[in-house]
């Protein structure tokens, strides 16, 4: 996200305890925002992406949502596109948007939006990746720096090849190709510089929800008194240009 960080809480193992307390009485001053308000401060068309995912959510109430930014250069264009991720008791609902210029001008434009519904049943593994700044001079109180959330449940495997090499500079002789295999069909990098303390809190705290209701452990209460009534007016990369489906 683009916006500026915000404050938040020292991560103390006392703190996080409370973060989950706070998180399942509908506290959005640790988790950060209401869906609404997050789509608000995105910023990205919020008016059709919080009709798009009222509409996914099929009368669901929201147990927990990630709503995340990304902001990148095209040579001359500044591109941008959003993934919201909402939690309900039985599902995972993952929407995601794209908008296109047609002309140079700027006036006719597009938006493209998938969004795919997936039992949390199905759900195989939920992977957090933390990075912290100076490990040597690590405190509890440190926050995470970054966190990356990846999430899989269709058993697709991401394959990340290149020419392997024998360490040698000076060696010119062809050593096939080398390549890493991760499971996973959405990931979603979080920075503290990019989207602020506050975004990394709301990953870390999306994710343990996440698992609460993936393992059958008692689940954080739903969020829909704190959303208030969703007005009628948004897997991940082109995978999801399926569109909608329950699988």
Known sequence: MSFQPSASAPETPGNENQAVRQHSSHNHGVQGQSLEDALQKAGFYPRLVSDVVDDALDGRDCVAHLVHLETHFDRAEVRRHITVLVLTADMLVITHVDDQQLDEAGEQIVAQISTESVPVAQIRSVVLSYMYAQPQNYKPSDPVRELTLSIAWSGGQRLDMGPASCGDPQCEADHGYTGTIAQEDIVLRISAEADG???????????????????????????????????????????????????
Do not use: E, W, Y
């Open 197 to 247: 303390l506050q975004a990394v809190q709301d990953a870390k705290l999306f994710a343990r929800a996440l698992r609460a209701v993936n393992t059958g452990s008692a689940a954080p209460v739903s969020h829909a008194q704190s959303m208030g009534p969703r007005p009628r007016s948004g897997v991940f990369g082109n995978r999801l240009s399926r569109g909608h489906q329950q699988r």
